[in-house]
Structures are given as C-alpha cells and as structure tokens.
C-alpha cells in the first residue's frame, strides 16, 4: 500500500499569519485547525453516504474546494469517496487509523490548494487500482477519461523504485509514468507531504531513506513546479528527521521569539498599512513566518538572529500596477535596500513565480525587512503553483482538434517541457541523471535576451554553450561564437541576467561540437546534446601524438587544435608523393602547406609522414631532434587544406556574410575559431578544404571583399629561430 505510517504532532511551525488590510482595524486571520485523521476515518466508516447527500466525511474537502471553486460541482467527489469508502473497507494503516484516512488526507491538502474537481477526484481514488480490486477501466467507466488517466499515472508512479540502485532511473519513470500531466505530479506530491506528515511509527533508518528520496527527488520537483506551500513543509519534515539537533534548536528560538514583549514585524507592518492607507492605496499586509529550513538557512548567516529574521512582510493588492505604486510608496517614504530589490513580475521565475523583492530598514535599530509584494492572483500561484492553474488541458474546442489527438498543455512550465526532453534524449540513464542532479541543484535562474526580442531561461552561471542549445537546440552544433551585449564572445562565456545574446552560426549541417563545451554547459540539454553527438560521431585520436611540436602556430596565436572543434582531419596521401612506399601522409596543420608551397617529410610514430612547409618553425626542432626527414612532393591532385587568418573591425553579422563567402568559393570550413574584441577589431581563424588549391588567391580575395574585413592571409610560419 502506498501510505504506512502513524500520524504524529507535525513538527512545522503552527503559526498563524498576522494579518490586517490598509485600514485601522484590521481583523487577525484565523489558521485552519489541523485536520484530526481519526475523526475522519470513524466518519469514513459511519458518516452518510445517500445518493445525492455529501458524506461528513468529506466536508472538509468540499469546504476547502468550494472555498477555490464556488461553483463546483461536488457529485463527482461524492461518488469517489463512495467507491475509494468501500474499495478500501476492511484495509488499515500501521497506525490501526482505517486506510480511508489517507486518500481523503491528500485530497485536502490539494482541495486547500486550490485544485479542480478533476484532480480532486482522482486524488480520493488514486490507490484504489493499486491496493483494491477496482480496475482502471471502472474508473474510467464511472468518472471519464481523464480521471482515469490520471489515476493511471500515479498508479505508475507508485510503482518507481526509489531505492539507490534505481536512482538514475528514477526522474525517467516518473515522467513517463506523468504521461506529461502535471496534475499526476501533483498528486504524487501531496501523497508524500501526508506521508511525511505521518512518519512516527517507521523504524529510524527507514525514516531516512524516505526523508533522503523526499530532498533528493520530491522537494527539488515541488521547487520547479512552483508549488512553494508543499516544497516549504516537506523540507521541514525531512529536516527533523535528518537533522533532528539542529531542527530542534530552530525550533527553540522560534519559541523564544515568539515570548519577546516587542515584534520589529508587526511595528514595521503597521508603519506600512499606514503609508498605503494615506496614499489611497488599498492592500492587505501580512507577516509571514519563516518556515524552520529557512530560518536555520538564515541563522547560519547571521548571529544573533534579530526580530525581523523571523518572517518577512507581504503586501498583497488587487492590479500589476498596484504592486509598483505600492514599492514607490515604501521606496519614499521608508530606507530602502536599494541591493535587495528584484523584479519577478517584469521576469517571472521559471516556475511560474511573480512578485516584487524589496526590503526597508528600520530607523531605530536599521535592522532590514525583507517585504514580498504580488497580487492576490499571483499570490495564489506562488504558493500552490500548477496546482492553481487549474485543468491545463481545458482548451477550446477548435486548439484541441488542431493538435491532431496530442493532448495540450498551455500551462506547463517551461522547465517541465525541457525536462521532458531531457529524459528522451538522454544516451543513457546515468547521463540523464547526473545531469539533471546537477540542474536540481541550481535554485535560482537568469533571464539573457534574444537580438529579436524573445528571452531564454538559463540557471545561473550558464554559458554561451547553454544559450546556444536552449535557442537552437541540436542545431547548436554549428555555432562558432556569440556576440554579448554587443561585443564579440567565446563560447565559454559566463551569462549575467539581463545579458543580451547574439549566437553566430555557421552553415554546415554536420558540424561537430567541440569536446571542450562540456567544460562550460551547465544545462542538462546542451550537455546531453553534445555528449550524444560525441558518442555518435567520435573524433579518432591522431597517429603522430608524439610530435607535440606541430601544435606551433603564428606569432602571438595558438594555432586551432584538432580536439573536436571540426570533423575529423581527411588523410591527404592522395596530394602528396613520398620516398617511402604505404606510407601514411599528414599535412601539418601549424603551417597548413598546399601546393605550389616547398615542403619537407619527417617520419613520426606509427609510419605516419608529416609534411611541413619548409620555412615552418617546427623543421628546425624537428631536425634539431634528429627526426628521419623524408623526401616528398606534390602529386597530381591539387585538393588542398589551408589556415587563413581574417582581420576584421566588429558589426553585426559580419560571420554569417564572410561564412558565405567563403561557401560561395567552394571552401568547406573544417574549424573556426573567434578571438575576443580588440579596440573594435576582431581576429578570425579559419581551417579550410578547397578542391582546388588554384582557388585559394579567389577565395582570399572573396574574404576581403566582405564589409568589415580589412586583411586576409595564409597562417604563416614562424622563423626557424624562433
């Protein structure tokens, strides 16, 4: 069975929100009194059930629901709770509590989140496939199709192994089990929220491997599906039982908080109704007290804790705009923290959440509170998350038929839709998990803007790498630099929020990424797309490894090296004669020599013969290390492989014209490499194959034709003094 445990004491903070609109007398807001299990399930058993009348119950369920929806249509829940009710008669939990307790447990907590009667109804039936001899199709038969398939998913989901051994395919089942509704994810939750709740009676090392799945799994989904009510009090539970020492310390100064004779809380809290109320402004202020994983988060930072670290201020009103006049009202009239303001309403957060951040301080002590500042409706998803939005498929009639039978969901956030991707284009479990921990890890997200106007969602510390896979996803492969805010950049570089980010592309459809972006990707998607392209197409090691001196390129530059940043290298014994029959030939590629060039031979590991220009540095070390020097020349082909380095001063899309140019010569481009800015001007590096070295002074010329380039030349080599 799903649900085993005793139902304790919670252990999170039952202290009810101090509340009062902009006016004198402002009425405090009673708590909803803990929901007594048992009671409920001596009322599963005994209350009524006619046809047409609620059952007791579940008037708690009904109440919450109906306090959301008023206009609910409360029969389907009534025939749930019928079929859940008696499917599961006869069945216990280990705390003796009859089993019914837990389904209608669960439903509450997604009823006082405001989910529809949909969820609702699933949520009352959804263990009765698994622990009962009700079958889907029954369901299906008695309350349509989408309970049941909700019910189905979490059906699934109940049967993910959560143990070590199975952890990297863990978040794989899950979303497939979800069948992408975010709804079944939902339900999951609020199941392990009433489990966590009920802990008590598990032996203490099974207390941990649930508390450990619950931060390592369930808590980091609650933070990306925005359902902040569910996400706060799971990390309390699972603090008390992982760190039961520390939690009880959290807890102690709370209670000693909460004996203090003054509260910097409430005082500020007054001075702010009184601020809006005369400037005419109609808003509800409350105070909101840190949960205990927060407030332990904010004690390790600073000590002693002051009265204002115990919560913070919200400030709910009715428009958008109201929440920026009401900013402009405490920026004016109180200290503002200029560094601690943040705007989630021009950007929201990846998981749907809008509000303002700002803090004021105090005048007596300077002592800074932090004030939330969001709109009912705002409020009301930043706490529930997808659960508020409702049903995200209740789409027009004429949206759902477009989708050729694929079932829409307008409101699925962004990072549940990349998720999805992730896990299906993942070569490998462990590749999709790793990367996926890591991306779980990242609790805050930046915003970087396209040159159109669109913006990318990216964690923090992503790279150009990211942006690039996220906007272009596999055709990503091509990109060849950024520009930033403007100015030309590597790939590797660091975003910032707000950045602005040109990607420039080239033209060849199979290119190869270079090894060394997963260095830099931070974001499961670009790391997943690189690693699957490098596993497809693996770069072959070179023969000549030890001939470590023909990485010497031009003066002042390293040369481009061959570790992924084009296809592999094409064997040219087919250009070049050489006085050592089967011989394998390699040009060079610090002096890139192509005929009607004079050249040299020297033998290195593996019978491989490179082949140097004959001014190129490296013929002195060679010779100098007593290299065999082999007799070679040019043979009857003229396919050449040249480095070109293109001086130009920075505009845009002056890559994208000179890419073309050079298409247009017949050059295929091998690698590319961009140096950041100088004074407005940029070096550009190109490795080319032409079919004809003939071309070459035509392809030079086409190079400097283009606007913004002002030289063009062959990567010569350095003295032989050097």
């Known amino acids: 069975m799903n649900a085993e445990a005793v ?220 359902v902040q009510a569910l996400k706060s009090e799971l990390e309390d539970l699972v603090f008390q039982v992982l760190h039961p020492e520390e939690y009880a310390h959290t807890r102690e100064l709370v209670a000693e908080n909460a004996a203090r004779a003054d509260d910097p809380l409430a005082a500020v809290a007054d001075d702010v109704r009184k601020v809006l109320r005369d400037a005419g402004l109609t808003a509800e202020v409350l105070i909101r007290p840190r949960h205990y994983v927060s407030l332990h ?29 009401v900013l402009g009202e405490l920026h004016t009239c109180m200290t503002p923290v200029v560094s601690e303001f943040k705007d989630f309403i021009a950007v929201p957060k990846f998981n749907l959440y809008q509000s303002l951040h700002t803090a004021v301080a105090r005048a007596e002590d300077g002592q800074v509170i932090e004030v939330l500042i969001r709109t009912h409706q705002m409020h009301k998803v930043a706490e529930a998350g997808v659960v508020a939005l409702g049903n995200p498929y209740a789409a027009p009639a004429e949206e759902q038929a477009a989708g050729d039978g694929e079932r829409v969901d307008p409101t699925r956030p962004g990072w549940l839709s990349r998720l999805l991707d992730w896990q299906r284009g993942a070569p490998d479990p462990d590749t999709f998990w790793s990367t996926l921990r890591e991306d779980l890890a990242q609790d805050r997200e930046i915003t970087v803007f396209r040159p159109d106007g669109g913006t990318l969602g990216l964690p923090e510390g992503a790279t150009c790498v990211d942006a690039a896979y996220a906007q272009y996803g596999e055709d990503a492969h091509a990109a060849m630099g950024a520009r930033v805010n403007g100015r030309l950049a590597t790939m590797s570089t660091v975003l910032k929020d707000g950045d602005t980010v040109q990607l420039l592309m080239g033209q060849d459809p199979a290119s190869e990424p270079s090894r060394e972006w997963l260095e830099h990707a931070r974001t499961p998607a670009a790391r997943i797309a690189i690693q699957r392209r490098l596993a497809a197409h693996p770069t072959p090691a070179p023969a000549e490894a030890t001939a470590a001196p023909e990485g010497d390129g031009s003066p002042g530059q390293q040369a481009p090296r061959p570790t992924g940043d084009g296809p592999a290298p094409r064997p040219a014994s087919a250009d070049v004669l050489v006085d050592r029959p089967g011989a394998t030939v390699r040009l060079a590629r610090c ?110 010329r086409a190079m400097r034709d283009v606007a913004g380039v002002y030289d063009v030349s062959r990567a010569q080599p350095q003295p032989t003094g050097a």
């Open 591 to 700: 002096c890139t020599p192509v005929p009607p060039d004079e050249i040299t031979g020297f033998a290195v590991r593996g019978g491989v013969v490179t082949v140097h220009r004959a001014g190129c540095a490296v013929v002195g070390r060679m010779r100098g290390a007593g290299r065999q020097e082999v007799g070679v020349s040019w043979g009857e082909s003229s396919e050449c492989r040249v480095t070109l380095l293109a001086e130009s001063f920075g505009r845009p899309h002056l890559l994208a014209d000179l890419t073309e140019a050079m298409a247009l010569e017949g050059a295929e481009i091998v690698s590319a490499t961009v140096e950041p800015p100088d004074r407005q001007r940029v070096r550009h590096t190109y490795t080319v194959l032409l079919p004809d070295a003939a071309r070459l002074p035509a392809l030079m």
């Open 297 to 325: 988060r904010v004690s390790r930072k600073r000590h002693p804790l002051g009265g204002a670290d115990f919560g913070r201020l919200l400030v709910l009103v009715q428009e958008d705009a109201d929440c920026y006049a």
């Open 7 to 226: 139902n304790p004491a919670s252990p999170g903070p039952v202290t009810p929100q101090v509340s009062g609109a902009a006016t004198p007398a402002a009425p405090r807001r009673k708590a909803r009194p803990r929901i007594d299990l048992r009671r409920l399930g001596r009322a599963a058993l005994l209350g009524s059930a006619a046809r047409g009348r609620l059952p007791d119950a579940i008037s708690h369920v009904a109440e919450a629901h109906r306090a959301h929806h008023p206009d609910a249509d409360l029969e389907p829940l009534r025939r749930a709770y019928v079929l859940a009710e008696s499917s599961h008669r006869g069945q216990m939990r280990k705390s003796g509590e009859p089993y019914i307790t837990h389904p209608l447990a669960v439903t509450l907590i997604l009823a006082e989140l405001g989910a529809e009667t949909t969820t609702l109804t699933a949520s009352l039936l959804h263990d009765t496939v698994e622990d009962t001899d009700v079958t889907l199709d029954q369901v299906g038969d008695q309350f349509g199709a989408e309970v049941r398939y909700l019910v189905d998913g979490v059906t699934k989901l109940e049967k993910v192994d959560y143990g070590a051994a199975a952890e990297p395919e863990t978040f794989r089942k899950m979303l497939l089990a979800t069948g992408n509704d975010v709804r079944v994810m939902s339900i999951k939750l609020a199941d392990r929220l009433h489990n966590m709740r009920t802990l008590g009676v598990m032996r203490r090392e099974k207390q941990e491997r649930i508390a450990k799945v619950t931060r390592d799994v369930l808590i980091p989904l609650a933070e990306r599906l925005g």
